[in-house]
């Protein structure tokens, strides 16, 4: 049974689907949702669903990232996990931490990778008028957002949609990707997912 530790920084909607879908015959379960917000909206969620929670609060580690990941690292050797899931982090890690995770961690985008890494992902394809838009899910690499593409699901961009629109047409793909995808790598199966 694998373990798997989730971050978050926000509401944990993404985190509330993986380890929702960790039950029955699926070879992971959730050990730990880890934030660097206190009170994340993840947080209280990850606890009404039985699952151990801690906080590392960035902001007293200022600019040394480093200081900030020790943190973490000492909080994630504590539950033992064999997979990291980025659901909702807003935090870069350094070279340094995800080379210590690499295989091993993966993380969700709000956009069809490669295209549009960084911020602003739905503002920015319906800018470049682009007619579909979706998530990725894909393995962290040093390379912001550029690891190996593990999972995809893509929506219309409809005429007249707002950002917030097209992130509220993305986000339940995103719920139904991210655990499809878990349960893959979770079994060592790197074949990617395509949705629909
Ligand atoms: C989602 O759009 C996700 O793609 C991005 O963070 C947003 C909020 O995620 N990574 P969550 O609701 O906190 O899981």
């Not at 409809?158 to 979770?186: C, I, K, N, Q």
């Amino acid at each position: 049974m694998k373990r798997v530790a989730i971050l978050v920084s926000g509401s944990g909607s993404n985190m509330v689907a993986l380890a929702e879908s960790m039950v029955g015959d699926h070879p992971a379960r959730p050990v730990l949702v880890l934030s660097n917000v206190p009170g994340a909206g993840g947080l209280a969620r990850a606890a009404a669903l039985g699952i151990p929670t801690a906080v590392v609060d960035h902001r007293p580690f200022g600019k040394d990232r480093a200081a900030f990941e020790a943190a973490l690292q000492a909080e994630l050797e504590a539950a033992r996990p064999d997979i990291l899931c980025l659901a909702g982090f807003m935090r870069v890690l350094t070279e340094g931490f995800v080379g210590r995770w690499q295989g091993r961690m993966l993380n969700i985008h709000p956009s069809l990778l490669p295209k549009y890494r960084g911020l602003d992902t739905h503002g920015r394809a319906i800018e470049a008028g682009d007619t579909e838009a979706g998530c990725t899910v894909h393995e962290v690499t040093a390379e912001l957002d550029g690891g190996p593409i593990l999972g995809q699901a893509r929506v219309p961009v409809l005429p007249g949609d707002s950002p917030e629109a097209l992130a509220t047409r993305v986000l339940p793909m995103e719920h139904r990707l991210y655990p499809a995808v878990l349960r893959r790598f979770a079994a060592g199966d790197r074949r990617p997912v395509t949705l629909p």
